[in-house]
Nanobody, 124 residues
């Protein structure tokens, strides 16, 4: 599978962006999908994911209430709507897919397939 992330850019604090992740080579059906991010000089960290087949979503605490992960099966795409952005959200955002072990969705090594990343900069 090849993943293509897009939608990054520069935005002022309090602004919004929507990231997209498109898959080619296979569908997301039957696989979990996640967003991670990596700020300069920091480890790649978990942001959000679909973790159950029923569509349950998991978020890291720092983005709860501000970010929403969604999917469009017809377009084979997953999105990350980011609202009320803060400077600390500045990072390269990556989408990932796979079948991570139960309970290990926040672990970067649990996800085998990654997109190339899209840069989000939140600055005034």
């Amino acid at each position: 599978v090849q993943l293509q992330a897009s939608g990054g850019g520069m935005v002022q604090p309090g602004g919004s962006l929507r990231l997209s992740c498109a898959a080619s080579g296979r569908t997301f059906s039957g696989y979990k999908v996640a967003w991670f991010r990596q700020a300069p000089g920091k480890e790649r960290e978990f942001v959000a994911a679909f973790v159950y087949s029923g569509g349950d979503r998991l978020y890291t605490d720092s983005v709860k209430g501000r970010f929403t992960i969604s999917r469009d099966n017809a377009k084979n795409a997953v999105y990350l709507q980011m609202n009320s952005l803060k400077p600390e959200d500045t990072a390269v955002y990556f989408c990932a897919t796979g079948r991570p072990p139960f309970g290990l969705w926040r672990e970067r090594l649990s996800w085998p397939d990654w997109g190339q990343g899209t840069l989000v900069t939140v600055s005034s």
